[in-house]
């Protein structure tokens, strides 16, 4: 089932996220950092975008109820190494 997801800038490169997946609904905060765009040459004027896939790459690897309240770009991509970073590359067309 596709998940709607609702990207809200709160400035000074934060953003709140709203997700709705059937009945599931959750939000979070998530921070754009520089980290991201250096690893992957993404331009930094796709924020919105990035974030928006971010968490649509999240919703298809665990529940939209796990999705954490807060999320660190650097640190997703720590955690989830280059398969995240590759699959952002690739669903924003950068290569």
Known sequence: ????IRVEPLGDREYLVRIEQGSAQASTQIRVTDGVFDRTGLPE???GRVVHETVAFLIERQPVIDIPPMIDLDDLADAYGESYLEELERRLGSR
Do not use: K, P
């Not at 089932?1 to 709607?4: K, S, T």
């Open 45 to 47: 004027v796709e924020e």
């Open 1 to 4: 089932m596709a998940a709607d």
